[in-house]
């Protein structure tokens, strides 16, 4: 056992340092990086699965999602050719012929290595007993807490929406587009209705099965049966993620019925509301169009912000920021009426207003190289250390909401990171020092 931890780490340091070499020296060409990619998706996925017992954990499951925003696009592609992505103008996939994607490429496959080897440097100090997990699964007090916090922060959401479609802020059915110009879209406290969400989502499966908590679960459906007829699902995928994750530092392995989830999830459910999200999805469920290879490609879009970046900064449109796109958000919250406040990352957003951003190449937009190798060895490293050390109910969920604001920051700015997560940790010490009585 010992033996193959250290082979482990050994590959995985090997392979850190030749795609730090590669990326450095940009000599390998597309077509090999994507094979590059893909052997380091195994490895990794590989590795966290055999060190967490066939399990996936949060760490785990935020590392699959960095993977598919890296290659989920690229790999497809570079391997089966422009026809793989049918709907996808030329235009739009134009970025896939830079000579900078190489480079963005690498980036990815630096990303998930650090984030791997952070993690089994976790992993190798903190081991989580069968006592743990034992204790955070019949931890039934906690649970009830859990429970009724859900219901609240759930209702609050839903009663947000009901709010927003009786006086026709948005519609129960619309498309995307129609939506996204919608008074509820726009508004400047939908983003923390999301959080709301995401935080009620995570209690409740904490909470306990299914079958012990229906109310709360018909409850979270009519919510994500709201956002999904109106084209969203990132916004109840991630939180769905998390919950995986949750359940497997509880010791769920991976069985039959999670793999049927998650291929239900990306061969039906992501690539279906994609297809209809423009036409509404409300009497055109006859006309989705399923492609295998849909909703990866859509999440491996957002690699082309990594092509554009790199692009941006070889001609000097702007500079690296040297860590102010991490210490500014804070900054700003501490400063709330003092200041005027700026965004360190605003001549990016300014360049590509709405199409998200990484970040593997906003810590490459911050230190360069080392950047992309730090930012990844610390998320592996805490989350790994954290979802080994949560000993109850309350503190697994709390990593869980965590865990869903960096999965959802994967295709986004980091510059919300800090401010939700201070919502978040507001709610759970809220929760934490309320007192329910037993029944």
Known sequence: MRLNLMLREF?????????????????????????????????????????DNSRITYSTAL???TIATQF???????????????????????FMESSYLPKAILLGI?????????????????VATDEMREYLQEDIVFGNRMYVASLILLSIVLLFFTYNILRGGMSLVSTYDVFRRSSVYNSSIYSYILIV???????LASAGSIKSHKAGWTLWMIIVLVFALNGNKGEFMYALLAVIGMKGVEGQKINRKLMLLIALALIVIIPGITSLRNIGILGNMRNARINIFSAFGEM???????????????????????????????????????VKHTQATAAVRALYPGNGYSQVIESYLNFNIIGVVAFYLFVGYLIGKYEVKATDKGKLAYLGTIVCILINATRNYFAFVPGHI??????????????????
């Open 11 to 51: 590959g995985l340091l090997v392979n850190l340092i030749a795609s730090m070499m590669l990326c450095m020296f940009n000599i390998m060409p597309a077509n090999a990086c994507a094979v590059y990619a893909l052997l380091t998706s195994i490895l990794v996925i590989w590795n966290s699965i055999k060190i």
């Open 63 to 65: 590392m699959l999602y």
């Open 72 to 94: 989920g696009l690229v790999i497809p592609y570079l391997f089966f050719g422009r026809d793989t992505f049918p709907e996808y103008a030329d235009w739009t996939l134009s």
């Open 300 to 338: 491996g879009m957002q690699i082309r912000m990594s092509v554009n970046t790199i692009r941006d900064l070889v001609n000097g449109r702007y500079g690296y920021l040297w860590g102010e796109s991490y210490w500014r958000p804070v900054f700003n919250i501490l400063t709330p009426v003092m």
């Open 422 to 439: 201070l919502l978040i940790t507001i709610i759970y010490l809220l929760v934490k020092g309320v007192k329910f009585s037993k029944r």
């Open 110 to 126: 630096i990303a998930v290595t650090s984030m791997n080897i952070g993690a089994l440097a976790a992993r190798k100090k903190y």
């Open 197 to 203: 969400f995401y935080v009620g989502t995570l209690y």
